[in-house]
């Protein structure tokens, strides 16, 4: 009777026969065998399964049962279920250390480790799995060393997620060359050495996703970004960065573009393009505490009807007022302007054609003026409204009453007269009630 190990080559031999894949079965043993002994996920899996089993455990590097029936970590099994492409370390209370083995298993193609308590390292030689697709290293505060940036040398990695880590080290040119990335988030990583963005991209051409949060990174956007990302990109996000300069006006040739977000962005100037309200396809436009960037809001929303949220918070140059073809926007669930004292209007009565509202909040924002229509109830499912310290009149109409699902009214600091209808009281959801300069009736 063929051992187990037997038993695996054949099996080995029967997929290189149907897809012609390499298959080297005694480098994967070796790995999840010495990564069995190496963490606690033998314990984990008894814990998960209810009683023992054989999970994680090995006889002189041979696994005792196959390892795509494994317990808690392993992924992306074949069709046949016996050579392992992805490993999942998380979630279930990982801990111990990474062997160093891992990166003689050439055939790796995923490597998630998220939430786990692993205190060592990533060794260096990731940037040998030449078969890596995916790296995904999210929330491990206890890993140690330098962040392996050789994997951004591999040559076909299409996804890269790092996030909540205390790994130094420096983000190399050579990532601004990739070819095959699509999504791209590096995050919260401030032990990282300072890096510069390069003059001219010549990568990131298949780049779908480009998240890049508080890291000490320099430079500015080049046009080459644009130039190189304008037939794929979708999500634009940048959050505590030292880069300066202005978005270039060439974003609006980013037709593929969906969220377009800059948060914190204390150095950067200039303007935002009024290109980026043609881009059919943009879902969010968010702007929060961006002290230095001008922006206009829309004259003319009609191009970008499938917005569905716009949240603009401290940035005190943004102007405008908000002009009637928001009406347009049927998707549009959120609508916040936030500590911005140079907007001026009303709140347009079309607003109110939009039914599937959730959040409406001008707070501190000065020049805003008119009143709250009494037709407010047509936007039932509303869950915020909210209008503190603005310039806004008149009384607070009973029909605010009927929204029952809100959660939160607020009207302080504003010019609002009159009383509290007495039905507001019976709004049995309303989580939050705020006023400051109107008289309070008995409920």
């Known amino acids: 009777m063929m051992n187990l190990i037997t038993l695996f080559l054949s ?10 894949v390499h298959c080297n079965l005694s480098e994967m043993n ?27 455990k090995c006889i002189d590097d041979e696994p005792v049962t196959l390892p795509c029936s494994w317990t808690a970590s392993l992924s992306r099994c074949d069709v046949v279920n016996t050579t392992v492409s992805g490993l999942t370390l998380g979630e279930y209370g990982v ?48 890993l140690t060393g330098t962040f392996p940036i050789e994997i951004f040398d591999i040559e076909n990695i299409s996804f890269v997620r790092a996030s909540g880590l205390n790994v130094t080290g ?11 990335l699509y999504y791209l988030e590096l995050n919260d990583m401030p032990k990282m050495s300072p890096s510069t963005i390069p003059d001219v991209i010549t990568g990131l051409a298949k780049l779908e996703n480009f998240n890049i949060i508080e890291i000490p990174m320099y430079g ?37 573009l969906k969220i377009f977000n800059l948060y914190r962005m204390n150095y950067m100037s200039g303007s935002i393009p009024t290109s980026l309200y043609t881009l059919s396809q943009l879902t969010s436009f968010q702007l929060w505490y961006n002290p230095n960037i001008t922006c206009t809001l829309p004259t003319d929303y009609t191009q970008i009807n499938k917005l569905a949220l716009l949240f603009l918070r ?17 998707n549009l669930y959120g609508l916040f302007i936030l500590d911005s004292p140079l907007v001026t209007g009303t709140i347009p009565t079309e607003l109110l054609s939009l039914t599937g509202m959730l959040y409406i909040q001008f707070d501190n924002t000065p020049m805003i003026t008119g009143s709250i229509p009494s037709c407010i109830y047509l936007m039932s499912q509303l869950l915020i409204l909210s209008f503190n310290a603005t310039k806004m009149t008149g009384t607070i109409p ?11 009214f607020r009207a302080q600091l504003s010019d609002f007269t009159g009383s509290i209808p007495a039905n507001v009281y019976n709004m049995t959801s309303l989580l939050g009630l705020q006023f400051s300069d109107l008289e309070y009736l008995d409920g």
């Open 11 to 20: 099996l080995c031999i029967i997929v290189i026969n149907i897809s012609i």
């Open 398 to 408: 009973s029909t605010v009453g009927y929204l029952q699902d809100l959660e939160f």
């Open 170 to 180: 420096t983000i190399p040119d050579t990532m601004w060359t990739m070819t095959e």
């Open 30 to 56: 070796k790995a999840l065998c010495d990564l069995g002994a190496s963490t606690n996920l033998i314990d984990l899996a008894y814990g998960i399964n209810g009683n023992s089993g054989d999970d994680w």
């Open 95 to 142: 801990t111990g250390t990474i062997p160093a083995s891992l990166c003689a298993w050439t055939e790796l193609e995923h490597f998630i480790m998220t939430v786990t308590s692993i205190e060592s390292s990533i060794p260096t030689c990731f940037g040998n799995l030449s078969g890596m697709l995916e790296v995904v290293l999210t929330s491990n505060p206890l």
């Open 220 to 256: 500015s956007i080049p046009p080459s970004f644009i130039s190189q990302t304008q037939n794929t990109l979708e999500e634009f996000y940048l959050d505590s960065l030292n880069i300066t300069g202005s978005i270039p006006t060439s974003i609006g040739d980013i037709q593929t």
């Open 314 to 330: 401290d940035t005190p140059l943004l102007q405008g007022s908000i002009h009637t073809s928001i009406g347009s926007l049927t």
